[in-house]
Structures are given as C-alpha cells and as structure tokens.
C-alpha cells in the first residue's frame, strides 16, 4: 500500500503559490519506494584537494505525518 498523506502536496502547492511562474517542482523523492530524502553534504578528500559531495539519506519515516514507510513500499 502506499503512503497517502498530503503533507507533500500541501507543500508543492504552497510553493507553487509562491513562485506561480515556476514549474514541474519536484520534491526530494527517492523515485522507486517513495521515500522521501535528505541530502547531507560533506568534503571527500580527492587527490590532495576536497571535493564537495552529497549524501542522499533516505527517511524512515514521512516527515510530514510520522508514519513509518513500510517494507512493502520500498520492495514496491
Ligand atoms: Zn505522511
């Protein structure tokens, strides 16, 4: 089953209210389970220099509502 609340939409309408000329806005979503993510970000040493990388960590649970995104969703 997957995850229905519309704490998502209630957010991309908002900031499609905002910036009304903006368009096709995506939120953070890992696009296989649903899952929403969090980029962290970190400097990786590379050949004596650092270089800036992103960290996509998956949630465990919606931000939005607090419920637990279930196994099945992520297998789905
Ligand atoms: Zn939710």
Redesign the pocket.
Known sequence: MK?E?D?LKTVTQAIQKQFSDYENIEPPIELFSGQIYLNFTADKPFRGKKKQVEIPVLLSK?P??G?KYTSKEVAT
């Open positions: 995850h609340c704490g919606c939005f509502c419920e």
